[in-house]
């Protein structure tokens, strides 16, 4: 059995035009009360693209340089969604539907010139989705993050996994807007209340520490192996 396990949990400020977003709220909750049984980082991450400073990779690997996840997951909001949305791919392009936050909407060009068109999530998928269905949240599995940041986020994450080992497994929930947003800003989507999104985001992360606890010790990285096992 494994030691504690390091578990780096992102979110997003708020973005095109909101005041809120949930996944901001989850860093927040997170930070104050932490996780039973587990060694906790929580950041918010911009909404600003590329690699320069202020953008969201930037941050990320300041993050991941400090704290050498054992597991990664990173939450966006997607509030036309009216479930958890456990992605499985990120690919390798950068093609925003809206402006950033710095006001940069890209088009047509990679995350990271020269890896590999897409990376598969590593963190355990039907785990989650049966995880926060258990808690009473709808969830789902979603075959792509998208184009915009969320995507960008995942995918540079499992490139630098994959690269470093560190974090040794990652990949991203969508979670749906919150109540306070859907009043101003309705849509045929269900939203989630505050109470529901931590309630869901708990189980999430639940699934991941039982999954860490149970891999085989030959799918971790040497360095994991010698601090985890």
Known sequence: MIGIPRILVTGFEPFAGSLLNP??????????????GAMMRAEVLPVVGGVGPGSARARLDAVLAEFQA???IHFGEAHTR????VE??????????????????AEDTPVIDGAPAAHFATLPVRAIVDAVRVSGVAAG??????????NEVMFHSLERSAA?????????????????QFATRPNDAK????????IATRAAIGAVMFHLRTMPR?????RHRRRLG
């Open 70 to 72: 054992d597991a990664a």
């Open 82 to 85: 009216s479930e958890f949305s």
């Open 218 to 222: 030959g799918t971790m990285p040497d």
């Open 164 to 180: 470093t080992g560190w974090p040794a497994i990652a990949g991203f929930i969508h979670v749906p807007q919150l109540e306070e």
């Open 23 to 36: 996944t901001a709220l989850i860093v927040e909750r997170l930070a104050a009360e932490g996780i039973t």
């Open 141 to 150: 599995t979603s075959l792509t993050a998208g184009s915009y940041l969320c």
């Open 88 to 105: 499985r791919i990120a690919i390798n392009l950068r093609d925003y539907r809206i402006a950033d936050n710095a006001g940069v909407c």
């Open 191 to 198: 939203p989630i209340s505050a109470h529901d999104l931590m």
